[in-house]
Structure formats: structure tokens, C-alpha cells
């Protein structure tokens, strides 16, 4: 057996240890109390039955301000019940495995063509440290087609002058289908975009996301009525419990400088207080900050294949610790693209990677285990979400620093370094596996199609030391 067959047997092992008991918890088949534990945990999905049942089933999205999602959702949520089994909570909850089961496939792909293993053993530890939530909500859906785009877009092709560095493939297209087909249920895929090159072939990778999540969208909003009812429940959210923006108001609420309270109202436990309306337009006003932050490092970046996950990691940490709402299932979409991010030996999100690894537990025992106790204003649970809260604020700095010191060259924040990138000898061996399989096959597959005319723009400017 060859080294490499090895190690993807152990990764698939690996997968199966860590993911039969959470899918086991989840069905029921684990004891009471881990059984019941799997019950919080699945909440939502009994939810999404009733959605489907009293509502998509006669084409129309729920009213209710419970429902917070874009249209494309909806079809989505009907899919478990094509499939004939029990009923639709246990259908759910097997077709989430089979998500994860295809992450895990995808990941162990780019690991075979590109030699680094490290973001599929990612996935396979961290998702237990979460739990077993990721299959009792749909987020992991919408995880699947950003990796699998992610993986597409591999090590690109040469350069087409001889200058070092990489281009986009002609996969470019189906990746931004998919980045595309993710936002149109989730938004956070669409940061993506921010992690492509300022070339035409980047151009048309967003193109296609542009397109392909719009006509998703609108086809949805065709085929259901109420197909803008969600922007009304997104427009009405407040501050929810687990956010960044609620942890001051519980802190000094514990201290007696305050005094606020819980509520359910549009789909989440929202704080309610004196101060709330501020924090709240505070919330949006540094979102918009954070991806303008966002659109300045892409216009003055340089590019290389590992900065599409990387930006994609870092825009979805903004975008969560800036977020007026916090809720675990976030945390899927960032183990998914740490992973991705992993398989590039040059990546520069390692140190994040580690720090969100770290938070996790405390995710999982905010939820289910101290929901109840934070929603009733009990001071453990507080504190576990503030540090919890904090750990994913110092992931998006540390991550947007590093992202920032890999691909910036010159100063415009007074912390910078230059990227002092891997050691020459690691480039040199990726940059010759790439050349000698993967690249070569994508050449051969390309056609003329993909070599860039002479009125093109061939890429961004790489640093030798970090093209691969």
C-alpha cells in the first residue's frame, strides 16, 4: 500500500470515529442523555419541517419573522423530504452527513494534488470540538459549494509570460458558479470575491457568481411567493445575546451599571435596553467599515492561489464579529474555509486557524449546554460567551494582519511586516509538484481558451518568495 493510500484511509477513519457518534447523538442512539443532548442541538430542524409542511409546500416562504433567509432556501428545506425514509427531522439529518461526508471527499482531493494534509485533519478534529450541530442546521450546505470551488481553483496554471507566480483555470467559471450558487443561500459566500486577482480571468469568476446567485435568487422568488419577506426580518434585528455587541451590555448588566433583558424576537434571544439602538447602528456602521477595509487590501494586494481562501476566511471572520448576530452554525462556515485554507503550504492563516480551534469548545458549551442560563442572565454563561466572543475578535485581527503583511508590499498600518513567506526550499518543491502534475493537466485540458492575449493583464504582482 502506497504512502499516499495510507494516509487517506486514515483520514477517512479518522472521519468515521469522530462523525458516527455525532450522527448517532443526532438520530437518537446513544443513550438518554446523550440522546437529549442531541435533541437541543436539533431544534432547528423540527423548525424547518413545519416551515415546509405548512408553508413551502404550497410555494410559499414563511411569513413569520422567524424566517430570515434568502429565497433559495426554501427548495433547499424541501429536499429531505424527496428522499423516502422515516420522516423529514431523521432525512435532514442524514443528507447534513452526506455534506460533510463530501467536504471531507473534496478536501482529501486537493490533499492528494497538492501534498498537504493538514486542513483535511482540520475538519475532521474540529468539527466534533463544535458538535453536533453541524447537522442540525443547514449551514453546512452552504459550506459544500464554497469548498468545492475553493478546491477547483487548486494551483492554477503558470504564468503565461515566465514571470513566477499563477493564474486562475478555466475551472474559474464553474468555481464562481458555485461561489455564487453559496451566497444565493448564505451571503458570507460571496466574500470570496475579495480574495480573486485583478485580472480578467478574476473578473470572470466574479461575473459568473454575479449571475449564477442572481438567476438562483430570482428563479427562487419566482417560483415562491413572499420572496422578499426576509429582508423585512433581517431589517428588524437587534442586538442578539451571543454577539460581540451584546457581551458589554451583560457585563455591566452583572456589575449593576445597567440594566437590560432578554427577548425572542426575529428568529433570536435579542437584548433589550437602554443603549441597544446605538450598539445596533454601531454593529452595521463597522460592517460596512470592515469591507471597505476589505476592497482597499484587494485593490493593493498581491496575488497568489492561496489568497482566495485566505481573504475568504478572514472577510467571513469581519463579517461575524462585526454581525449584529452570533449563532454557532457560524462557526461551520469558518472551520470549512480554514481547511481549504490549510491544504496551501503558504498559507497565512495558520495562527487564526489555531485560535478559532480554540473557541470552539467554548461554542459547544454555550450552546446547547449554558443557553438556557445565558438567556436567564447567569453570570458563568456570560463570561463564557464573552471569552468565547473574544477569542473570535483576535481571530479576525490576527488573521487580517498576517493577510495583510502576505500580500502588501509597503506600509499603510504602523504593526506591518513583510511576509517573510515559507523557506525557499518548501516554494521550490511545491512550485515543481504543481508544475509537474496538477498544472500540467490543467494545461493540457485548457486549451487556447485559457492562455491570456496580449491585451490582458496577467496577474497581480507576485514576490518571488512567495509564488508557487
Known sequence: MTRQRRRILFAVAGWLVT?????????????????????????????????????LNHLVLPTGTNWQYPPLVGPLLM??????????????????????AAILVLLIWTATRRGSWLGSWYWIVSVPLLGPIIYGR??????????????????????????????????????????????????W?????????????????????????????????????????????????????????AVPFLMLEHLGLTSVRVKYQFGSYEIIGRGVGVATTAALFTTVAAFALLAYWWWVKQW????????????????????????????IWLLAVAAVSLMFKDT???????????????SQADFPHYFSALIHDHAKAAILVAARDALLVLAAVVGFNDLWRSTVTGSMLPWRRQWRGPRPETVTAAAQDGTDGESAADESGDGDDDRPGDDESHGDPVPASTAV
Do not use: C
Open 189 to 245: 459566500p460571496g466574500l470570496a470575491v475579495f480574495g480573486l486577482p485583478r485580472t480578467k480571468r478574476g473578473l470572470q469568476t466574479a461575473v459568473a457568481a454575479v449571475a449564477v446567485g442572481g438567476a438562483a435568487t430570482l428563479a427562487a422568488m419566482g417560483l415562491f411567493r413572499n420572496g422578499t419577506g426576509f429582508l423585512h426580518s433581517q431589517g428588524g434585528r437587534g442586538i442578539e445575546v451571543e454577539s460581540v455587541w
Open 304 to 331: 497568489r492561489p492561496a489568497v482566495v481562501a485566505d481573504a475568504t476566511f478572514v472577510g467571513t471572520l469581519l463579517m461575524i464579529v462585526t454581525s449584529r448576530v452570533i449563532s454557532p452554525q457560524y462557526m
Open 138 to 187: 443547514f449551514d453546512v450546505f452552504s459550506a459544500l459549494p464554497v469548498v468545492a470551488a475553493l478546491a477547483l481553483l487548486g494551483l492554477g496554471v503558470p504564468r503565461a509570460d515566465g514571470k513566477p507566480g499563477r493564474e486562475l483555470n478555466r475551472r474559474r467559471w464553474i468555481a464562481g458558479a458555485l461561489f455564487g450558487l453559496g451566497a444565493a443561500l448564505k451571503i
Open 348 to 362: 497565512s492563516q495558520r495562527r487564526s486557524a489555531v485560535i478559532l480551534l480554540i473557541s470552539l469548545p467554548l
Open 79 to 100: 429536499a429531505p423530504q424527496a428522499i423516502v425514509g422515516t420522516n423529514y427531522v431523521s432525512e435532514f439529518i442524514h443528507l447534513a452527513f452526506l455534506a460533510d
Open 19 to 55: 462523525r458516527i457518534p455525532l450522527y448517532l447523538m443526532m438520530t437518537g442512539h446513544l443513550g438518554y442523555h446523550l440522546n437529549r443532548y442531541g435533541r437541543k442541538s436539533r431544534g432547528d430542524v423540527s423548525l424547518y419541517s413545519t416551515w415546509v409542511h405548512s408553508d
